[in-house]
């Protein structure tokens, strides 16, 4: 059974053909790493699936609803509601603290600061940042920042975190520790993860691979 | 610690020289010297083949059905033998391209081969890529499993064998790209 699934999208901007005639099958609780060379659609892949960009034609399904047919309201509650993002960097909003950014989600959804807090701040530990939760963005490390993103990408229970090359400005160590307490906290709340990435050591936490070249992807399911 | 020998393998393996032998005589009948010069030219770097290893290498095929004697040419010399590729013979590199090598460093010269006679036979040499990026990642995928459920020592050797493979992987990437253009270069 899918959960979210994308059929014949296409995409240009302008001359550009980023995406031509993508699919992609994302099942609940599964841990999906995109790969492809720079350039070859993987983002635009992901932001037509998140519904952040509209494709030109072909159709997404977020279980039985066509999330491709839905007005913009629509698909900016699902968003909020059932998706988590955590990009490469510049996700944090620099005025709040860790804790309060972590926080914003569930109080832009109406819960009381106090509620939305403690959450925030449990979920800080689970990645194990507590430490930083009254200290800016600004002023953290860029693994810690990124720990900070993936609290708050988390903290609503999301059913699908996007995950656009979330280690890509990370060193090896930072990068693998991130990447284990995204999975780790993924599998725990069975929420389903689409990793983008180009670096092989990342994508081996996934459970499978989906490879896009010039614009198509192509699903791979090893069989062993 | 209980790292199994994922890593053990570090010494250079050679690579198959009977389905080299049989995928370069896809293209037509040959003469064991002429099969080793075509290896050479290709393959052979920095280790050219003997004649004694061709020639090995051709009975055992002949023995197994894989190639069979095409004529003997009139002339000079100890070797006129003429070898041609059996049905059976194309039977098994086609299971040799689509199977993918067991993940391990220094594979160098069996994928640079897998993927050269891909091109000359006109088979997708992409799929030979597509089928090793699958199998080294899942590797990859069990190596980090192991890594995360160990101690320290376990995290360091799966850590070695991860960066090796992963140099695979970008080289397999980078071949990706390229293919078209070695195409174009190994069939002139
Ligand atoms: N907003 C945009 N305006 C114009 N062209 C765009 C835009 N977004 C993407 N493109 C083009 O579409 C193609 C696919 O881009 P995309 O960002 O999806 O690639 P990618 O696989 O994510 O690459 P990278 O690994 O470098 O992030 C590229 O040629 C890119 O230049
Ligand atoms: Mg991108």
Same mark, same amino acid.
């Not at chain 1, 998706?83 to 005025?95: K, R, T």
């Given at each position: 059974?899918?959960?979210?699934?994308?059929?014949?999208?296409?995409?240009?901007?302008?001359?550009?053909?980023?995406?031509?005639?993508?699919?992609?099958?994302?099942?609940?609780?599964?841990?999906?790493?995109?790969?492809?060379?720079?350039?070859?659609?993987?983002?635009?892949?992901?932001?037509?699936?998140?519904?952040?960009?509209?494709?030109?034609?072909?159709?997404?399904?977020?279980?039985?609803?066509?999330?491709?047919?839905?007005?913009?309201?629509?698909?900016?509650?699902?968003?909020?509601?059932?998706?988590?993002?955590?990009?490469?960097?510049?996700?944090?909003?620099?005025?709040?603290?860790?804790?309060?950014?972590?926080?914003?989600?569930?109080?832009?959804?109406?819960?009381?600061?106090?509620?939305?807090?403690?959450?925030?701040?449990?979920?800080?530990?689970?990645?194990?940042?507590?430490?930083?939760?009254?200290?800016?963005?600004?002023?953290?490390?860029?693994?810690?920042?990124?720990?900070?993103?993936?609290?708050?990408?988390?903290?609503?229970?999301?059913?699908?975190?996007?995950?656009?090359?979330?280690?890509?400005?990370?060193?090896?160590?930072?990068?693998?520790?991130?990447?284990?307490?995204?999975?780790?906290?993924?599998?725990?709340?069975?929420?389903?993860?689409?990793?983008?990435?180009?670096?092989?050591?990342?994508?081996?936490?996934?459970?499978?691979?989906?490879?896009?070249?010039?614009?198509?992807?192509?699903?791979?399911?090893?069989?062993? | 610690?209980?790292?199994?020998?994922?890593?053990?393998?570090?010494?250079?393996?050679?690579?198959?020289?009977?389905?080299?032998?049989?995928?370069?005589?896809?293209?037509?009948?040959?003469?064991?010297?002429?099969?080793?010069?075509?290896?050479?030219?290709?393959?052979?770097?920095?280790?050219? @083949?003997?004649?004694?290893?061709?020639?090995?290498?051709?009975?055992?095929? @002949? !023995?197994?059905?894989?190639?069979?004697?095409?004529?003997?040419?009139?002339?000079?010399?100890?070797?006129? !033998?003429?070898?041609?590729?059996?049905?059976?013979?194309?039977?098994?590199?086609?299971?040799?391209?689509?199977?993918?090598?067991?993940?391990?460093?220094?594979?160098?010269?069996?994928?640079?081969? !897998?993927?050269?006679?891909?091109? @000359?036979?006109?088979?997708?040499?992409?799929?030979?890529?597509?089928?090793?990026?699958?199998?080294? @990642?899942?590797?990859?995928?069990?190596?980090?499993?192991?890594?995360?459920?160990?101690?320290?020592?376990?995290?360091?050797?799966?850590?070695?064998?991860?960066?090796?493979?992963?140099?695979?992987?970008?080289?397999?990437?980078?071949?990706?790209?390229?293919?078209?253009?070695?195409?174009?270069?190994?069939?002139?």
């Amino acid at each position: 059974m899918s959960l979210l699934r994308a059929e014949g999208l296409t995409k240009s901007f302008g001359k550009t053909h980023a995406l031509e005639g993508a699919g992609i099958t994302i099942r609940a609780g599964e841990v999906v790493a995109v790969m492809g060379p720079s350039g070859s659609g993987k983002s635009t892949l992901l932001h037509c699936l998140a519904g952040i960009l509209p494709p030109d034609s072909g159709t997404v399904h977020y279980g039985d609803r066509e999330l491709t047919a839905m007005n913009d309201g629509e698909r900016s509650e699902l968003r909020r509601t059932e998706f988590g993002f955590v990009f490469q960097f510049g996700q944090l909003v620099p005025e709040l603290t860790c804790l309060e950014n972590v926080a914003l989600p569930l109080r832009l959804s109406g819960m009381k600061r106090k509620d939305a807090e403690r959450a925030a701040r449990d979920w800080l530990g689970r990645l194990e940042v507590d430490g930083v939760a009254d200290q800016r963005p600004g002023e953290t490390s860029g693994g810690q920042g990124q720990r900070v993103a993936v609290a708050r990408a988390l903290v609503t229970g999301p059913k699908v975190i996007f995950a656009d090359e979330p280690t890509g400005a990370l060193d090896s160590l930072n990068g693998e520790r991130v990447m284990h307490l995204l999975t780790t906290a993924a599998r725990e709340t069975g929420a389903a993860v689409v990793l983008v990435t180009h670096e092989p050591r990342v994508a081996a936490y996934s459970d499978r691979e989906v490879v896009v070249r010039d614009g198509r992807s192509r699903d791979v399911e090893f069989a062993r | 610690m209980n790292t199994p020998g994922v890593y053990t393998v570090c010494i250079v393996l050679p690579m198959s020289i009977g389905h080299a032998l049989l995928g370069l005589l896809e293209s037509g009948p040959r003469h064991g010297y002429d099969l080793k010069r075509a290896y050479d030219e290709r393959f052979g770097q920095d280790r050219p @083949l003997h004649y004694g290893q061709v020639y090995s290498t051709l009975s055992r095929l @002949l !023995k197994n059905g894989l190639v069979t004697e095409a004529g003997v040419e009139a002339g000079e010399g100890p070797e006129r !033998k003429r070898y041609a590729i059996t049905d059976a013979g194309v039977t098994d590199v086609e299971r040799w391209l689509s199977t993918p090598e067991k993940p391990e460093p220094y594979l160098q010269n069996t994928l640079y081969a !897998k993927v050269v006679l891909a091109l @000359l036979s006109g088979r997708s040499a992409t799929e030979v890529l597509d089928t090793q990026r699958a199998a080294h @990642l899942a590797t990859m995928r069990e190596l980090t499993r192991r890594k995360v459920d160990g101690d320290l020592a376990d995290q360091l050797i799966c850590d070695f064998a991860l960066f090796h493979l992963e140099a695979d992987l970008r080289w397999l990437e980078l071949t990706a790209a390229r293919v078209d253009q070695l195409a174009e270069e190994v069939t002139r």
